[in-house]
Structure formats: structure tokens, C-alpha cells
């Protein structure tokens, strides 16, 4: 079973740079959800979705541009790259918004920005 | 607003030792609480989670009870073992489930 599966896991960029991460789920879940995890900052969710064609903002935004295009695909895009983005980003998913439902993550992704 | 903080770490412990990793929470409404776990070079994963005060979740030898008048959901193991060894996430959803809340995690080191 894969879960949710994210590309690549491994990154590293120069200042400026943009790049792409990939988030695919095959359990058929409507949300999703990027977060980043930095050390005594726990993770922060960055953006999320609540279904196919949709996006919000979470809790630190700036700098990320996310698309859901089909339901089982988020990506998350820096356009820009900047040194306070280097970090480990996690992509998880759930099926419904009722409290009580768990996430389901990725095994992350962990971005140098030189 | 809604948070959560947890006992700061490192968590080192001897095989078999007792384990409490505290864990507060704030919110509005009723949150369900969870318990996340973290293995090296992996993603988090669900350990436990409890919906209503008063609820205990329980998994794999941990055990963490919804107080709602003190706003805690302290982890427990009776007696750790190395395996155990990894990060643990306390966390809070809100009633607009798709809101998650997680504390900054707490590393523990169980050591034969």
C-alpha cells in the first residue's frame, strides 16, 4: 500500500531557485495538506485543501504556491528560494473534516536552501 | 486561538523504565486529541487519539486520558523499550476537523 508518497525526498538550491514538490495519495482522501517541520517549531501547516481544484492558506503561507489540479496530487511550489526555507516538509492526507479523523503522512522531504 | 505544548526534551530513558511526556492543550469547542509518533526518517504516524473528554485512547502499551478540567492529554507507557525510541507529537483538531495543531514534539532516547 503507498499511502502518500512524496517527491523527491531529498533537495538542495541555491538562493532564488524555484522547484516543485510532489504529493500523491491513493486512498482516495478529499483533504490535504502541507506542513514543515523545523526544529522547537513542531510542524506548521503552510497550505491545505478540501478537495480537487481547491486551496487555502494555513499558518505560514508566505513564500509556498500550492495546486490541487486532481484530487489524489498537491503540489507545492517556492519560486523563489530563500535560506529560512530550509527545512523537512510533510504532505499528509485525510478523508473527512470531522474532528477525530487522523492524518496520514509522507515520509518528507528535506530542503537545503544554500 | 487553539495550541498545544508539550514537555520539552530530550526524553532519556532506561529499558523498562516509566514513561510521562506532559502534554496541554487550548482551544475553543470541543478538539479531539492525539498522539503522534515519529521513527527516524519517516513521517509521523497516528499512536492514539480520544474524541470526547474523559476518553482514553490506548495503542501499543501507551495510554493517554482527555482531562478537560485541567486541558491535559499526558502520554504514559508502563515500561518503555528501545523501540519506542523516537519523536512524540501531541496534537489537537478543532471542530472544523481540517485544522490541526500540533506541540513541537518530544525526542526519547531509550537506551538497553
Known amino acids: 500500500n503507498a499511502g502518500v508518497t512524496q517527491t523527491p525526498k531529498f533537495r538542495v538550491l541555491k538562493t532564488g531557485q524555484s522547484m516543485t514538490l510532489l504529493c500523491a495519495q491513493d486512498?482516495?482522501?478529499?483533504?490535504m495538506y502541507w506542513y514543515r517541520q523545523d526544529p522547537g517549531m513542531g510542524l506548521r501547516l503552510i497550505h491545505y485543501s478540501v478537495g480537487e481544484g481547491t486551496t487555502a492558506k494555513g499558518e505560514v503561507p508566505d513564500g509556498y504556491n500550492v495546486s490541487r489540479l486532481k484530487k489524489q496530487n498537491f503540489l507545492l511550489g517556492l519560486e523563489s528560494a530563500a535560506p529560512s526555507q530550509t527545512s523537512v516538509y510533510f504532505c499528509?492526507?485525510?478523508?473527512?473534516?470531522?474532528?477525530?479523523?487522523?492524518?496520514?503522512f509522507g515520509s518528507g522531504t528535506q530542503l537545503s536552501v544554500l | 486561538g487553539n495550541s498545544v505544548t508539550q514537555m520539552e526534551g530530550p526524553v532519556t530513558l532506561s529499558e523498562e523504565a516509566f514513561l510521562t511526556i506532559n502534554c496541554t492543550y487550548t482551544?475553543?469547542?470541543?478538539?479531539?486529541l492525539f498522539w503522534y509518533v515519529q521513527y527516524p526518517g519517516e513521517g509521523l504516524q497516528l499512536l492514539l487519539k480520544a474524541t470526547k473528554a474523559d476518553d482514553k485512547g490506548s495503542n501499543k502499551g501507551f495510554e493517554a486520558t482527555y482531562r478537560k478540567e485541567t486541558t491535559s492529554f499526558h502520554l504514559e507507557k508502563g515500561s518503555v523499550q528501545v523501540s519506542d525510541s523516537a519523536v512524540y507529537f501531541c496534537a489537537l483538531s478543532g471542530n472544523t476537523g481540517n485544522q490541526f495543531y500540533f506541540g513541537t514534539g518530544t525526542s526519547l532516547t531509550v537506551i538497553p
Open positions: 482551544a475553543t469547542g470541543y478538539p479531539s
Open positions: 486512498m482516495n482522501h478529499e483533504y
Open positions: 499528509a492526507s485525510s478523508y473527512t473534516s470531522t474532528t477525530g479523523e487522523k492524518l496520514f
